[in-house]
């Protein structure tokens, strides 16, 4: 980690973050930490701290980090939580969300991203956060219930298997709506059957799908 590297993480956190608003010390402690540009491919390495998102292999991009921190904050993800995200892509957000809840278990549909991103987790020492390939529709029922799960992927209607596998108590962040534009939306279980949702902020994000995409194939499971 270089000092300059270092540098344009303050200015990211400062500048992107707390600036918008986003005041959680933890929230700001883990983007301080997690370096963005081991979540990129090389030649986007001199772009990892700019105000947007960067595209990654596979169609996918990296969100841009205020996004992140709002929904992480949206989210109210704490210390002795364990979160799901599903739409892990690079593994950036799984990563931020390890340096501030006890466990993370993240869902990419792409196997390729899926491998790179658990490698980069390894590689960071990064061991409470476990990426997987799979169907993100289908959420994660064998680790469920969770304190919190994250949706980095747009859907017209909110999966009732994602809001089963909340503890009661539970936040929900997900994008709904049409291709155009989205609102992200906070849900929390209050009940065996009930649930309250507000909405955040406008944002745009590519669409859930299911299946499982393994060796450029999409294959349901």
């Not at 990892?48 to 996918?60: H, K, N, R, W």
């Not at 949206?74 to 593994?91: I, M, N, P, R």
């Not at 304190?147 to 929900?172: C, F, H, M, W, Y």
């Amino acid at each position: 980690m270089t000092e300059s590297r270092q540098a344009e993480r303050e200015r990211m956190v400062e500048r992107q973050i707390a600036a918008r608003g986003i005041k959680d010390e933890a929230i700001l402690s883990a983007f301080r930490e997690v370096p963005r540009e081991s979540f990129v491919d090389p030649e986007m390495e001199a772009y990892a701290y700019e105000d947007s998102a960067l595209p990654i292999p596979s169609g996918q991009t990296i969100s841009q980090p205020y996004i992140v921190a709002c929904m992480i904050a949206a989210a109210q993800v704490k210390a002795e939580d364990t979160v799901l995200e599903v739409g892990a892509g690079s593994g950036y957000a799984a990563a931020v969300l390890s340096r501030i809840a006890s466990e993370v278990h993240a869902i990419e549909r792409h196997e390729v991203l899926a491998r790179q991103a658990m490698k980069r987790m390894t590689k960071l020492g990064y061991d409470n956060c476990h990426v997987i390939a799979g169907d993100g529709l289908k959420g994660l029922p064998d680790q469920a219930p969770f304190d919190a799960i994250l949706v980095a992927a747009r859907t017209d209607e909110v999966p009732n298997a994602l809001k089963s596998q909340l503890k009661i108590g539970g936040r929900l962040v997900i994008p709904v709506g049409e291709e155009k534009i989205q609102q992200l939306q906070a849900i929390v279980r209050t009940g065996e059957d009930s649930w309250t949702d507000r909405d955040i902020t406008p944002v745009r994000f590519v669409p859930l799908l299911d299946g499982v995409v393994a060796e450029g194939l999409a294959q349901k499971t």
